[in-house]
Every structure is written in C-alpha cells, then in structure tokens.
C-alpha cells in the first residue's frame, strides 16, 4: 500500500513541478515585457522567482517518492 501512495504522491509532484514551470516561464516573459510598467514586472520577477522555489521543491519530493516506490 506504502508503494501505490508513493507512486501517487510522485504523479502529484510531477504535475506540481511541470505546472510551477510552465508559472515560472510566464512570469519571466512579463518581467523582460518593455512593455509593461514597472511595478508589473518587478512582480512577475519575484513571482518567477516563488515558482523556481516551489518547482524545485516539487522535484525533490517526486524524486523522492520515486525511489521510496520502487524499493
């Protein structure tokens, strides 16, 4: 039972990290947008930055529930 919810938890974090990708791409594009104003791409800056964060976090743990799932 342990292995099925790690495989669930890893499918999870898979979608979590390619989602938190995809956010993090979108943000970077408004952050180099001229013509956006200031204040709009400095956020989208710090934006792409928390989704980085959270990308990276969503692959460690799916990593790490892959290997629990195939011991």
């Known amino acids: 039972m342990e292995t099925i919810n790690n495989a669930a938890s890893y499918v999870g974090d898979k ?3 390619m989602t938190s990708g ?3 791409e979108a943000n ?3 952050a180099k ?3 956006a104003s ?3 791409r400095a956020s989208a800056g710090m934006d792409a ?3 980085k964060a959270d990308e990276s ?5 799916a990593e790490g529930n892959k ?3 195939t011991h």
Do not use: C, P
Not at 57 to 61: G, R
């Open 49 to 51: 930055l928390g989704d």
């Open 28 to 30: 970077k594009n408004v």
């Open 67 to 69: 290997q629990a799932a």
């Open 57 to 61: 976090k969503s692959a460690a743990s």
């Open 33 to 35: 947008d001229s013509n």
């Open 38 to 40: 200031l204040g709009t």
């Open 15 to 17: 979608v979590n990290e």
């Open 22 to 24: 995809a956010s993090k």
